[in-house]
């Protein structure tokens, strides 16, 4: 069964940081760009950042640049997002997802996340004082 389960989210006061990690199980993300996107409520889907399958490619909306990294380490077959300087806008529940690799820009998979293949469930991530 191929599932990709995140973890990490709660609640945290502006300015703080919070670590996401999304692990896949059933299959090996290696041949998988993977993305972190994030809905909050009344609102549409959006990708945050994407990396591609070899971590050469990274992709950043640009409401997150300078404050959330990406990393995946595909020994682990698992992804991190760390999130610096967290904002009440970054509320919201966040979703990882898996693309099949060298199919499209990861751009494209951030922009489009009807693209991706296969997605967690998500994880609140609440940031207010």
């Known amino acids: 069964q191929l599932q990709l389960v995140e973890s990490g989210g709660g609640l945290v006061q502006p300015g703080g940081s919070l670590r996401l990690s999304c692990a896949a199980s059933?299959?090996?993300?290696?041949?998988?760009?993977v993305g972190w996107f994030r809905q909050a409520p009344g609102k549409e889907r959006e990708g945050v950042v994407c990396i591609s399958s070899s971590s050469s490619s990274t992709y950043y909306a640009d409401s997150v640049k300078g404050r959330f990294t990406i990393a995946r380490d595909n020994a682990k077959n698992t992804v991190y997002l760390q999130m610096n300087s967290l904002k009440p806008e970054d509320t919201a529940v966040y979703y990882c997802?898996?693309?099949?690799?060298?199919?499209?820009?990861?751009?494209?998979?951030?922009?489009?996340?009807?693209?991706?293949?296969?997605w967690g469930q998500g994880t609140q991530v609440t940031v207010s004082s």
């Open positions: 997802a898996a693309h099949w690799a060298r199919i499209t820009s990861v751009q494209t998979m951030c922009n489009i996340p009807s693209k991706s293949d296969y």
């Open positions: 059933g299959f090996t993300l290696d041949a998988f760009d």
